[in-house]
């Protein structure tokens, strides 16, 4: 499978938008792998640490420093780089924040992906885009079957609202000038991800690892809020492959949800426990009173999705697609970077030698995961 990313993908320039961030991370660690001509454009990492600053992912990319809400520099990367596929990913993702700054929300989710698709219309090099939105723009009526591509998109906090905005620009763009000019352009509403590296706040597995690291207690605001979790090479890969196609084949453009099967929709609880459970038993604490423990304790937040499933058939009916790694195989990847950065950070090893190893974990899990 490697082989046929790799061929397509050797020397094709891909700007990134977002890079910095631990989706963006991850996804510049694969193009690498597969001999891309990478041009990342973010802000700094959001968080710190960051997997960006960690794995010292700059290195051998061009990695400008930008915000997309800023329309004149932007359009000077893209007329610089002259990219050939653009996956945008760029956002404000945290949907507690979006409550916190609802502009800077819009802002950035609707008026950033307007600037993107600007620069897409006026760069001629461009033959496929994948504008990375959310499970979130669905209308949520907490039912129990999955959603699908063609159902009404509403999303109800800032930021799932700010991702349904994106969508709808998106086709606005298609229509009115990017068909025209023979450009492929497809969305992707990918289900909440899970992976190595993630220390974003107000999630979940990031609270986990926060907690593993200083022997506290993870807290657990909603244990019954069911998500599609997945791990992050999942959704990645799907970006990869459905730019990659559309580039050969216009007719294969469109919108995809991307989501776990039925078995990897659980609980936030569930999913908690889980990582507890694996962590202890790997670092030897199943029966230690060290050993990590959850905590249910309500903050009384702002409005969050109780149910959200996700209807995955077209994705694997077109692409003959089918998820890799169960919720115990995610976390077991998880569980084994996490300890890894504990171990390298305990016994203080200089930070090349850290990029080197946190590197080479991520290379053997995407080999792994493409085995």
């Not at 990313?5 to 020397?11: E, I, L, P, S």
């Not at 009384?300 to 995955?312: I, R, S, T, W």
């Not at 998880?334 to 991520?362: H, N, Y």
């Amino acid at each position: 499978m490697k082989q046929v990313y790799a061929d397509f993908y050797k020397g094709k320039r891909v700007l990134v938008t977002g890079h910095t961030g631990f989706k963006g991370t991850w996804l510049t660690a694969i193009l690498k792998d597969l001999g891309a001509e990478i041009c990342g454009y973010a802000l700094k990492p959001p968080t710190d640490p960051s997997l960006f600053m960690l794995t010292n992912m700059e290195d051998g990319i061009r990695s400008v420093e930008g915000d997309i809400r800023d329309l004149n520099h932007l359009s000077q990367i893209f007329s610089q780089f002259q990219p050939e596929i653009v996956i945008h990913m760029a956002a404000q993702p945290i949907v507690r924040e979006s409550y916190l700054q609802p502009v800077l929300t819009y802002e950035t989710n609707v008026m950033g992906t307007v600037n993107v698709l600007e620069c897409v219309r006026k760069t001629d090099s461009v033959k496929s885009v994948v504008n990375v939105t959310t499970d979130k723009v669905y209308l949520n009526k907490e039912q129990e079957q999955g959603y699908v591509e063609t159902d009404m998109l509403d999303g109800y906090d800032p930021y799932s609202n700010s991702k349904s905005c994106s969508e709808l620009v998106t086709h606005s763009y298609i229509q009115s000038f990017l068909d025209a000019k023979g450009v492929a352009v497809s969305t992707c509403r990918a289900g909440n991800v899970l992976g190595g590296g993630d220390y974003a706040k107000d999630r979940i597995i990031p609270d986990c690892v926060r907690a593993a690291f200083s022997g506290d207690c993870v807290i657990i605001r909603n244990p019954r809020s069911t998500r599609p979790y997945q791990h992050v090479l999942e959704p990645l890969f799907v970006y990869l492959m459905v730019a990659m196609r559309q580039y050969e084949n216009r007719d294969y453009a469109g919108c995809y949800n991307v989501g776990p099967d039925d078995q990897n929709n659980v609980t936030t609880g569930i999913l908690a426990d889980r990582f507890c459970y694996l962590w202890n038993e790997a670092a030897g604490l199943a029966d230690n009173e060290n050993r990590l423990r959850l905590k249910i304790q309500s903050d009384n937040g702002p409005h969050e999705a109780g149910f959200l499933k996700l209807d995955c058939t077209k994705l694997k009916s077109t692409f003959l697609w089918e998820p890799h790694w169960s919720i115990d195989d995610t976390l077991s990847r998880i569980v084994e970077f996490e300890q890894l950065r504990m171990k390298l950070k305990t016994s203080r090893t200089d930070p090349i030698r850290t990029a080197q190893s946190l590197k080479r974990c991520m290379s053997e899990q995407i080999e792994a995961f493409l085995s």
